[in-house]
């Protein structure tokens, strides 16, 4: 092998950094070149290269972002493309084929979450050597224990869990933080057990308002006169459904966040008559640089990508299993969701705890 | 001096609990037994008080809140009370003052906002001595140079722009973030230099839509494809009026936070065709351990301030003026804001490194 | 079950407070008082106990450090005890047991390392009914994959690799830290493998001194002019000791920290004449709190000792396999080292991006 | 004014990147052009210089050290120099003048503590036009009131101190902290202040030690069995001297640090027989990132340089003087440590507060 080229798409997530790097390092000591697609697919179609030397690579471990750009909307096989002067949907995915076999690319490495996968995945059908690394901060991939980004999610909740802490405390109130999680509650039952959260409501278990309100008043007539709630952005009342602003166009709409959060608030203090404030983490979770436990997970994920590469295991994933880092189909990565079970360990944990999880 | 008490009003700020420790360390040195008083002043009039020994303030200085407590609503002066069976508004002011006379209190040590001092000041009018404790993370107080707390939500800020950052530029994005300051842009303008924002947008200076949106095309075509916005949370488009949602009742509604900056990001999306994203910090800048500088502030003020009891030098304020703890009239620091004037240093440096102001 | 006891024991570690409070939120939950022994095994010889309410948990889940205080010294079995004016070593073993039967204890809970749980593992054998609980920050415990503390104490020393690396760019030096691991080297080679190193030293790998002053050489040739080495202080040059310094009595020094650091930045300025410094991060990684990873595992580990108290399945030690909390005889989790073996994923993950192991 | 050249000389300090990319950003708002000389005067030598443009700053507000490279040795008054076959000292300086006057540099700009700033007065008195920029995180400099890189030195020691606390706290313990202070002791009398120090020892006051083991002792009395003391390294007891190791060739050993604070605590623990640990800080201290403070700080000074230049105000250094960037003429700020007098506040705040200050 001679030459493979890496690409990140979906969106940021600590770690992207760590995964490049360590694809560089590892090629640079099997004598590998590496080649950076900038901004995910629509570089490999637009051809926008990048060579990736060690010096390129310097300084980016505790770097959040990617330094390759990335994007959640292009994909090579259904490309915006002006034919005579007209925008149309064009499959040019043999063009990336033959672009990157054109410069020598032996190998392609994609970085990315479910989106970006099922991308791969076609191509890998395709006949294009391919090997999918898997990448969300929400860690509800099927085919893996642990997604790297998660990690650092988790304590970025769990430390803005830290500062709400004492404002409840001292003004008696009800603090809610609404974290992500659109169809699966992880961040959040994480997050609310090492933040010390009194409730966790996460898609996977409709909440029942009434038994909500009744927990907060059940401490307040303990002598806790404050409660810390946590919920994903896709958690719904029982019987409701999830709250989403659509914009003009009819399409979620990606400004107006918080709606879930928002909502529980304003029920609550109408219930219970107890002064209750929101924060809606937001994009807070996304950034900022990957903490040891992810650097260590994307470099590894990084090394046994470009391993596979050298033994031809392509149309793979690499994902982590126990200690251990393994290769799964990509078909069997793609296209399910990894949701947390009511026999989840931690789950059950936060339960033992006497954390309420809304039903 | 035998006996002094404490309270802390007002919304929560780090630091408070680093004065309260200052006050009943120093204190001990000076034989002074403290009492603290829960939830600012209703405490006062409801006799809720707890004996402040070393134990009691052992392992507080890193933590955020009050082990008060603390309230922005209650004033002896105004106090909603059952008479009769009915709840009527009474003056209750002369009973703490009794109160606080029959258990020996010779000075009280008010930390506060601008409400809470000016209470303190109608309390110093009627003759209690009071010595007063300014305290507001939006650094508006008109007779000190800084106010503690202001520090730790300058960082705060400032590291969720360090996040932002690396978002941004991965997805080309434009990120607004969100920050405390209704009326004084102090939080906005320094967090906004220290995170390396493209623009900052103060309620001091009416923002042009256009010319903001101008700046962003600007960098777009200097190969920036990125930018980073501060907004305070009272800025206003020039001609527009501050964006407050209201409930039922017709308040200003404390849960829907975020209206300036969602709303700027939509009119910038409009214009610009840039992808953008809001973060609204909100209660993540109150809470939380306070930073070196703002400990070693705080501590500073609690001494002074049993200092000046000590001294008999009652009706005044800390306050820090340079490097120096001097002593203000409580009259002089109460009912003026001070605000981001056009010959501020900081701005100053801001628009000559290239920051756009919104003018 | 009516009534159970907690003990701490040995060295801190970031998460102990997390256990006790989940230990003491479960038991709640199930009509279980818990009795606090206070330092280790010393509380239980001279019944120093301390009921343990929810309250007395409220707020500890962040804070480092043990409420119950801890001790690495004092063993019941043999208990420097005064008898008739003369210090002897008495076996007090079956005081601390019809002590802890004589108030009600059913089930005692020890939380501690290899050496508070061989104390454990003795009681068992005497018919108290023990859980054992295992905390270290080195990893090096045989029965579980991950101990509670080591992810904190990598995080702690990936920071200040972080630090690190910016002088030693600026300056072109070589910059050594030396982190914890008297027997084994995992947190040198996963804080290393976040950090970036260019070299980790283990106690399973003695290094070559003359192939690491190489190492350093080939990189400046390289036109990279600084290096970052991360070494365990149990590291040995190939062929030479463990360097530990001895005070009058004979004991291992626990002042005089950083003897390997120290004498491989001597070794390594001779031989390379490049600028060397040497950063001992010695107590800072016991300390401070623990992060989302160690929360929630130290949370896991407490409410399933409670249930396994519950079940009656004494003698046993809780455990983490893969994702699931499992128990252990405790007889198979003491008395041996889990090291960094060859094949260890890790190691080969570090080999394969280049990072010098030493050999 | 068309071009200007920026050098940065001595230690690591955080925010030296950010002072270099405020010049950069608001030269090019002005039109001039920054040329960067590598490796403080060294690089003005040798014509080590490389073009400062826009995209070189990007992104390096938040990363410590300093992208030019730094060194405390070279000095271009007398720099080693190979003249026939023989190392000489050679007075360089006039190569250097007429080295940046035939590139056209117009102003150098150097950033620089004691050191690096005697020589940039050197130069001014040849007729180069200079501007200094003051750099110490020991706030030691005698003409501003605070220079950037010592809030954040503050920060990290103080982070430190949270950590010890928690395990002094938990093995009944002294813990003694180590900083950086060789002449003056700002950062252990700000950071003890801010970390809950018990006792602060600095240079300016000599150390009773027998009055530091009857200050532990008198806590341990009070039921306080543990105690922090945080000691500059410059401390000496009274009547002896100042602990430096030195090497072979009798220069002081920059790799043995911790003198003091190994000496102090095997002196603490023979007196008082209490369990005594010592951690030296050293170099975490000048890495990482810089804090929100210092960035605001380094930007005002690098914008306040830019123009000074401008208005040819040459042979003086930017200085911070209340709130208010000021220039001072070189000559005052070198030559001249500012030292804790008896009557700084901050001391007298930490008198007042009970902490021990070695007297």
Redesign the interface.
């Known amino acids: 092998m001679h030459k493979l080229a890496v690409l990140?798409g979906g969106?940021?997530c600590p770690g992207?950094n760590a995964v490049i790097r360590?694809i560089v390092?590892?090629s640079?000591?099997e004598g590998i070149e590496v080649i950076g697609i900038r901004?995910g697919f629509r570089g490999a179609v637009e051809e926008d290269y990048k060579l990736l030397k060690?010096s390129n690579v310097?300084?980016i471990?505790?770097?959040?972002?990617?330094l390759l750009?990335?994007?959640n909307r292009d994909n090579p096989f259904a490309y915006p493309t002006l034919v005579e002067g007209q925008l149309q949907i064009v499959d040019r995915s043999e063009e990336v084929i033959s672009q990157l076999q054109g410069i020598g690319v032996e190998a392609l490495l994609a970085i990315g979450g479910d989106g970006s996968l099922s991308i791969a995945l076609e191509f890998a059908k395709q006949g294009l050597p391919v090997i999918g690394i898997p990448k969300t901060i929400d860690n509800d991939l099927m085919a893996t224990?642990v997604t790297f980004g998660f990690?650092t999610a988790?304590?970025?909740?769990?430390?803005?869990l830290?500062?709400?802490?004492?404002?409840a405390?001292?003004?008696?109130r009800v603090?809610i933080l609404e974290v992500m999680g659109r169809y699966a509650g992880w961040i959040a039952l994480?997050?609310g057990?090492?933040?010390?959260a009194d409730v966790i409501l996460i898609p996977e278990i409709p909440y029942q308002l009434s038994k909500v309100a009744a927990a907060m008043k059940k401490r307040a007539n303990?002598g806790?006169k404050f409660s810390i709630i946590v919920i994903a952005e896709g958690a719904t009342p029982l019987g409701g459904e999830m709250v989403v602003e659509r914009n003009l166009l009819g399409r979620i709409d990606?400004?107006?966040?918080?709606g879930i959060g928002?909502k529980l608030?304003?029920d609550l203090?109408i219930l219970t008559a107890m002064e209750?404030?929101?924060?809606?983490l937001?994009?807070?979770q996304?950034?900022?640089?990957p903490?040891?436990?992810d650097?260590?997970l994307a470099?590894?994920y990084g090394?046994?990508a470009?391993?596979a590469a050298l033994e031809g295991d392509f149309g793979t994933m690499v994902a982590l299993q126990?200690?251990?880092?393994v290769r799964v189909p990509l078909a069997e990565a793609v296209n399910k969701l990894k949701k947390v079970n009511q026999d989840e360990?931690?789950l059950s944990?936060a339960r033992?705890?006497?954390i309420m999880m809304g039903d």
Chains 1, 2, 3, 4 share one sequence.
């Open positions: 990140t969106g940021d992207l360590a390092k590892s640079y000591q901004d060690l310097s300084g471990l505790p770097r959040g972002g990617t750009g990335t994007t224990d990690q988790v304590s970025t909740a769990q430390e803005a830290d500062r709400l802490h004492t404002t405390e001292s003004h008696h603090m994480y997050a057990v090492a933040g010390g303990l806790k990606p400004i107006k966040l918080g928002a608030g304003e203090e209750t404030r929101v924060t809606v937001g994009h807070l996304r950034g900022g640089s903490n040891a436990s650097r260590v470099t590894r090394v046994a470009v391993e126990g200690q251990k880092i360990p931690v944990a033992k705890l006497g």
